[in-house]
């Protein structure tokens, strides 16, 4: 090969390099954008977090576990879609051990839920996390965490969750696999897709 063959295919490598690794989809968040990101996403978790379980509260109240199950059953995704909307964002709570199947979590997701759930194993406590996922698209993660009001629908069977209400989740989600959590337990996250 001659020489200036050469140095005419190894110039185009690295301008093809140049292009191909300096793409958005690589480009990391700045400082700036990691921060403004955490700030929106905690917003919109925490927003999205009161509605539910005021919502979740005032059905226990109106009549206990059954309605509140039929409840999340029933309302649970409207409430995150409308919330969604307003924002302009989509908004998941998804997990390793799923209740509902719908709440499977795509390969990003997967990838950071046991990115979590290995840092929770180690003793670390857990920080929302934000990533970039596409060349326009920015992903917010924040754990869930198990506090005692949960226990009631995903604790240990026969124990923390009633065996009658058990039933009741089993008729609604027969894939259940979210029961035999404990307090502190890591849960699951939240999913916010800019
Ligand atoms: C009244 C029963 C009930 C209580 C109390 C409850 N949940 Fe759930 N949870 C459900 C049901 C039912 C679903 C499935 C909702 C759906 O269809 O999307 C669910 C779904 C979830 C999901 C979505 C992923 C999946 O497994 O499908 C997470 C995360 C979750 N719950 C966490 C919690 C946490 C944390 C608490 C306490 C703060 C809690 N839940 C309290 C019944 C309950």
């Known amino acids: 090969m001659k020489l200036s063959n050469i140095i005419l295919i190894s110039t185009m490598t690295s301008l093809l390099c140049l292009f191909s690794c300096n793409n958005d989809t690589q480009k990391r968040l700045s400082q700036e954008e990691t921060t403004e990101y955490l700030m929106k996403g905690k917003e ?23 309605e509140a199950i039929s409840y999340c059953n029933i309302q649970a995704m409207p409430i995150t879609d409308s919330l969604a909307k307003a924002y302009d964002v989509k908004i998941k709570r998804t997990s390793l051990k799923t209740r509902n199947p719908d709440n499977a979590p795509n390969e990003k997701e ?77 849960r699951g996250i939240w999913s916010v897709e800019f």
């Open 44 to 66: 919109i978790t925490q927003s999205t977090f009161k509605a539910l379980s005021s919502e979740l509260k005032a059905a226990l109240a109106r009549g206990g576990i059954e």
């Open 110 to 186: 997967q990838e950071i839920l046991e990115g979590y759930l290995k840092l929770h194993q180690q003793g670390d406590s857990l920080k929302p996390s934000v990533h970039r996922i596409g060349v326009d698209k920015v992903l917010f993660t924040a754990p869930i965490m198990v506090q005692p009001l949960c226990l009631n629908c995903h604790g240990e069977v026969g124990k923390s969750l009633q065996q009658a209400n058990y039933e009741i989740i089993k008729k609604h989600y027969p894939d259940d696999q979210a029961s035999g959590y404990e307090m502190g337990d890591f």
